[in-house]
């Protein structure tokens, strides 16, 4: 097998009580990995037995460890440290908390490696750096992941050289990154096409990888910043995420709440001339450069999944979108305080957001529903979410 990775994910060290939020929260329920569980059950006194009154399990099946009603870690002292860690040391916490945020999942052959941006301290990592991220494919040495079994193989093949296809394009800075957001989504929705129809896409991919092309496809877009359709897919989210309980990330959820008065403003005149500026704003080259690393973590961590469903279509939408409910809450944020919110602003957002749907990727489901459901899943409309 083989490890990919933009991140040396061995090297992160978590800055513990530093940390402006805390891994310890936000989560309903930890899961436990048997070995762990079977050392907490062993543990005496009244730590052990406050660990065992946290654990719900079903004999072979699964254990969990929950947290409280306001979704903190039980653990969690109030100095942001972790008690079990404090008394037992790091290694004996289960794999979840153990390895996080360091996250691997293996699709067909490949081990995907990365460092979760739910976590603020990767998420500032990823958005300061400047130059494009420089991919790692190495053998896998480990032996606790196994390539997957019957899938396949061309259609694999397919995902992974779209996927490379779309990394280069998102990081081809002759063009904005709105543009380049634009061409990704034209690119998959031919590959889709062609999936669908059984028609080879080995032309496509060459016609995508050619920068020239690029450009010309870029001349013939609609460069107009539709901000109504952004607002629109804001006002849409609000009410998808919150029939999905993500009321339990209270930090995000009142974020929306905060938020979404400007997009039912009915006279929208006086706010959209000031949207408009803070939108301007991500043309600045610092600013999509934080885009550009978001958008190519996003390809690496979603572009994947389910991907035997075929779902190019469904994944890609679902990156904008992510990368639009950044923008926004940048944007209104911005808004609010009257000049553009700080790197260390941006950071927390973008790393809420991802807990979100860290926690939950049934929300990716939810979403591409909700998207079908109001016509927003087509060409034209996602087209109109990518500028910028
Ligand atoms: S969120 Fe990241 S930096 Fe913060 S406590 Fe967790 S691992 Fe450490």
Same mark, same amino acid.
């Given at each position: 097998m083989k490890l990919f990775s933009f991140d040396k994910i061995s090297e992160f060290?978590?800055?513990?009580?530093? *940390?402006?939020?805390? *891994?310890?929260?936000?989560?309903?329920?930890?899961?436990?990995d048997p070995e762990t569980?079977?050392?907490?059950?062993?543990?005496?006194?009244?730590?052990?037995?406050?660990?065992?009154?946290?654990?719900?399990? /079903?004999?072979?099946?699964?254990?969990?460890?929950?947290?409280?009603?306001?979704?903190?870690?039980?653990?969690?002292?109030?100095?942001?440290?972790?008690?079990?860690?404090?008394?037992?040391?790091?290694d004996?916490?289960c794999y979840t908390?153990h390895t996080y945020p360091r996250k691997k999942e293996v699709f067909g052959d490949i081990v995907f490696a990365w460092l979760s941006?739910?976590?603020?301290?990767?998420?500032?990592?990823?958005?300061?750096?400047?130059?494009?991220?420089?991919?790692d494919l190495s053998d896998y040495e480990g032996s606790d992941l196994k390539e997957e079994e019957?899938?396949?193989? /061309?259609?694999?093949?397919?995902?992974? $050289?779209?996927?490379?296809?779309?990394?280069?394009?998102?990081?081809?800075?002759?063009?904005?990154?709105?543009?380049?957001?634009?061409?990704?989504?034209?690119?998959?929705?031919?590959?889709?096409?062609?999936?669908?129809?059984?028609?080879?896409?080995?032309?496509?991919?060459?016609?995508?990888?050619?920068?020239?092309?690029?450009?010309?496809?870029?001349?013939?877009?609609?460069?107009?910043?539709?901000?109504?359709?952004?607002?629109?897919?804001?006002?849409?989210?609000?009410?998808?995420?919150?029939?999905?309980?993500?009321?339990?990330?209270?930090?995000?959820?009142?974020?929306?709440?905060?938020?979404?008065?400007?997009?039912?403003?009915?006279?929208?005149?006086?706010?959209?001339?000031?949207?408009?500026?803070?939108?301007?704003?991500? /043309?600045?080259?610092?600013?999509? $450069?934080?885009?550009?690393?978001?958008?190519?973590?996003?390809?690496t961590?979603?572009?994947?999944?389910?991907?035997?469903?075929?779902?190019?279509?469904?994944?890609?939408?679902?990156?904008?979108?992510?990368?639009?409910?950044?923008?926004?809450?940048?944007?209104?944020?911005?808004?609010?305080?009257?000049?553009?919110?700080?790197?260390?602003?941006?950071?927390?957002?973008?790393?809420?957001?991802?807990?979100?749907?860290?926690?939950?990727?049934?929300?990716?489901?939810?979403?591409?529903?909700?998207?079908?459901?109001?016509?927003?899943?087509?060409?034209?409309?996602?087209?109109?979410?990518?500028?910028?």
């Open positions: 060290e978590c800055i513990g009580g530093k *940390c402006p939020d805390t *891994c310890c929260r936000g989560w309903d329920k930890i899961l436990i569980y079977a050392y907490y059950q062993s543990i005496e006194g009244e730590l052990g037995d406050e660990l065992r009154k946290r654990i719900v399990s /079903k004999e072979g099946e699964y254990s969990y460890l929950i947290m409280n009603e306001k979704g903190y870690c039980h653990f969690l002292n109030d100095n942001k440290l972790c008690k079990l860690v404090l008394t037992f040391g790091e004996k916490l908390c941006i739910s976590c603020p301290e990767a998420a500032r990592q990823l958005l300061s750096k400047k130059e494009t991220l420089i991919p019957n899938y396949d193989r /061309k259609l694999f093949d397919i995902f992974v $050289t779209s996927y490379a296809n779309c990394v280069g394009i998102l990081q081809e800075r002759s063009l904005s990154i709105g543009e380049r957001i634009a061409v990704c989504l034209l690119f998959i929705y031919q590959i889709d096409t062609n999936i669908k129809t059984g028609t080879d896409v080995s032309g496509l991919l060459e016609l995508f990888s050619n920068v020239n092309n690029l450009h010309s496809l870029v001349s013939q877009l609609d460069p107009t910043v539709d901000i109504t359709s952004k607002i629109k897919l804001f006002n849409l989210m609000y009410k998808a995420l919150g029939k999905s309980g993500f009321k339990r990330f209270d930090n995000l959820y009142n974020l929306f709440e905060r938020f979404v008065p400007y997009c039912r403003n009915n006279d929208m005149s006086g706010v959209l001339d000031k949207l408009f500026t803070y939108y301007s704003c991500f /043309k600045e080259n610092s600013l999509q $450069t934080e885009l550009e690393q978001i958008l190519v973590y996003c390809f961590h979603y572009f994947f999944k389910d991907y035997d469903s075929k779902c190019f279509m469904r994944n890609i939408s679902f990156i904008i979108v992510f990368l639009q409910l950044y923008i926004c809450f940048v944007v209104f944020s911005s808004l609010e305080s009257g000049s553009l919110i700080s790197f260390e602003e941006r950071v927390s957002f973008i790393s809420l957001l991802s807990r979100l749907f860290e926690h939950d990727e049934t929300i990716m489901d939810d979403i591409y529903t909700r998207l079908e459901m109001f016509d927003m899943n087509s060409l034209n409309y996602l087209l109109k979410l990518t500028s910028l």
